[in-house]
């Protein structure tokens, strides 16, 4: 998993990218919880996500937003980690010039960005939104939504209520053409703690189910 350096809009971005092995791979994008409360890019959820799409073959890309260990800059409260995430798919964009398409993932605060990036990114097709802060931030922007995808949480979720995505995914549901794939994890905390295995089983059961034939999980 080399470092990479990426240009960003208030300096260098620190990530770690794994070119893809399949020809003219796909590309992921996988973003981390909140900057100021301890969220980064080596988040167990968001390295084990991004574990998942390097196994598939896709040029897969984790990154710190600004101000998060080599990152450069200061919490932006989401407007300048906005732009750190677009900043980063133009790079991934500029390596992979003939992906086919491009999946974005989110866990936390990182679901609410990625939901906003998916809004403004044609080339995005599919999401990975855990545990999306339904109950803090505004999601209103997603109307419609443009792609399918999945939404995940802990049932134990002691930060965001899950009644808060449920009444989310019931929103975005109802729009034709769109199918949201909602799945509550018995037993599970904010973080997933003691059921990573479980929540990579309901993560990588869905891309199964949602991506071409070449990208699905090899038999290990």
């Known amino acids: 998993m080399p470092e990479v350096l990426i240009n960003g ?3 260098r971005l620190q990530g770690r990218y794994m070119h893809g092995t399949a020809e003219n791979a796909p590309m992921a994008l996988v973003l981390h919880p909140h900057p100021q409360k301890g969220g980064t890019m080596n988040n167990k959820v968001v390295y084990t996500i991004y574990q998942s799409f390097v196994s598939r073959g896709f040029s897969t890309l984790r990154f710190n937003f600004r101000g998060v260990g080599r990152s450069q800059g200061k919490y932006d409260a989401g407007e300048g980690e906005l732009s750190d995430a677009a900043s980063c798919l133009d790079w991934l964009q500029l390596h992979n010039p003939n992906a086919p398409f491009c999946w974005v993932c989110g866990f936390s605060f990182g679901a609410w ?5 998916l809004m403004r990114r044609p080339e995005i097709v599919g999401f990975l939104s855990v545990a999306p802060p339904a109950s803090e931030y505004d999601f209103s922007f997603l109307a419609p939504c443009p792609s399918s995808g999945l939404m995940l949480q802990g049932e134990d979720d002691e930060t965001i209520p899950p009644e808060s995505v449920a009444k989310l995914v019931e929103k975005l549901s109802a729009q034709r053409g769109i199918q949201i794939d909602y799945t509550l994890l018995p037993g599970a905390d904010h973080f997933f703690t003691g059921k990573l295995d479980e929540m990579m089983g309901v993560v990588d ?5 949602n991506l071409p034939e070449d990208f699905k999980r090899t038999p290990q």
């Open 9 to 11: 809009p208030e300096g």
């Open 113 to 117: 960005i990625s939901m906003q990036l």
């Open 205 to 209: 059961a869905y891309l199964d189910n």
